[in-house]
């Protein structure tokens, strides 16, 4: 994006379109110019690169073509203050000594002044003349500088342009065959108000824009901007915004349209744009809850942003999702919002079959359209409370083991061998472990205990029980190891189920031992 002071588009009935560089040899040839005069001055103060920069806008090309690039590559560059002294310390210094002299009259006063202070300071006079003014814009030094191709820095000029017409936008429309997921997760990672829908060709997405809004107009434009090289980076992109402009002094909205079939190859995003990092979280709000979540340990998975549910034609990627045996359950955080945007969000929520769904609005921006949405509602303020989603997911988990035990009942368990792992056999079944264990629980299989999560035969419990009253001692490590040995799982309740206790001496496990109730230690 460039300073609006920048923008060269054209006007025409209506439509507005940015005035593309063409990436020819006379553009490349200036561009290869402007990367080599940065790089040229590392080392060097900016006021100098500024004033070097300034004699290419009068060799034929447009200024603001030429300070546009220029702006771009200012933002490949590193740069530092660079003096001896603190700039802030040494103009503290510099004033306090001249206001004991009243009057400054004379440049010999000044140097008297600035002597002083530097000789206070233990530095030269000329090297304090470098500090004063060090950390003001022109007087920063260039560290750094990451050079680019001439080719992709046209590119990303034109690029520039449109995302500074969005800059301006009422709305975004776009149209994309490719890419498609990493263009939803975008959309979101930006915080924008969006609304998705399937046709046969892909997918058309529409984006409130930043002058639809009421509030956070420039973060929210800067989000918009920020979208657009993903747009492009995707195959059969088209987008179409209206912008706001001016023309014989009113206010007007102009059409904005544009393709990947017309632009062509005209317009890229540059590497460092298009891999910049995303944020993991839409708000704070989303981000605590989710590690609130996690420290429950509930035993389901949340899973931010997972796959987009299909709502009729429309799409929807909730903010969070949760897995556990096979279950699975969404959560949609309703946050920033317009009327028109909550009413486009409860239609798509209204449409969605066989889905589990958690929508959580602040209470502040609650209202009776709620009461239509399909699933639960959880109404919030600062922080989504865990209660209420536990005690969901928890039903949830209920209802579905519920039906898994009387699928169960009917269904035969083979089991063979000395010990069969719950998990397991629970897999092979396609049923929950709680499912499984309740069952078997309930209906006991000859010739084998359920142990935690093992069912083990009472032939194998013979043998351990045989092969403990064998220990010389009574050490309990020495009893879980050859319990362990025996390839048993849930070892303490092995020596439970076999009627043995533990004694502690302390908290050292080593000094614990094990004995038989009622028998000696």
Known sequence: MLPSELLVARVRKGRIRPVFAEVDDVNTELARVLVEAFKRHVGERKGRLVRDLREYEGLGHDYRFVRGLSTLLERRCVFEVRCRVDPVQARRLVFEEASRWGVVATAGDRATVMA?????????????????????????????????????????????????LLFRATHLEFAITSNWKRVFRRVKHLGLMYSIEKVAE??????????????????????????????????????????????????????????????????????????????????????????????????????????????????????????????KAYMEVVGFWTREYLERK???????????????????????????????????????????????????????????????????????????????????????????KRVLAERGVKGYRLLGKMLVSEAKLALVKSRLEELGGRSLSEALHLIEEEGLKDTAQVLEALGYRVRWRGLDPAKATFYREGGMT
Do not use: H
């Open 116 to 164: 002083k202070v530097a000789t206070a300071l233990g530095v030269s006079a000329e090297e304090l003349e470098e500090s004063v003014w060090g950390d003001l814009e022109e007087e920063l030094v260039l560290k750094e500088f990451q050079p680019v191709d001439p080719g992709d820095l046209l590119r990303q000029y034109n690029l520039s342009l449109i995302q500074t």
């Open 346 to 436: 409860l239609a798509k929520l209204r449409k969605l079959q066989d889905v589990s769904i958690i929508v959580a609005v602040d209470k502040s921006l609650a209202c009776s359209e709620l009461k239509a949405v399909k699933g639960e509602v959880i109404l919030y303020r600062k922080d989504v409370p865990l209660k209420p989603v536990a005690d969901y997911l928890r039903a949830l988990e209920e209802r579905s083991v519920g039906a898994q035990v009387e699928r169960l009942r009917a269904t035969p368990i083979p089991v063979k061998g000395d010990a069969l792992e719950i998990a397991d056999a629970a897999r092979g079944l396609g049923v929950s472990e709680e499912a499984l």
């Open 202 to 327: 892909g997918f058309r997405v529409s984006v409130d824009g930043p002058l639809s809004l009421f509030k956070m107009t420039e973060r929210y434009g800067t989000g918009l901007a920020k979208l657009l090289p993903s747009i492009v980076e995707s195959a059969g992109w088209r987008v179409k915004a209206g912008i706001v402009g001016r023309m014989e002094g009113r206010r007007r909205i102009f059409e904005m349209e544009l393709g990947d079939e017309e632009v062509g190859d005209t317009v890229k995003p540059l590497a460092t744009e298009a891999e910049e990092g995303e944020r993991v979280f839409d708000s704070t709000v989303e981000e605590r809850f989710s590690r609130a979540f996690n420290s429950l340990q509930t035993g389901w998975r949340i899973v931010r942003e997972p796959e987009p549910l299909i709502a009729g034609t429309s799409v929807l990627i909730p903010d969070f999702g949760f897995q556990k045996d096979g279950l």
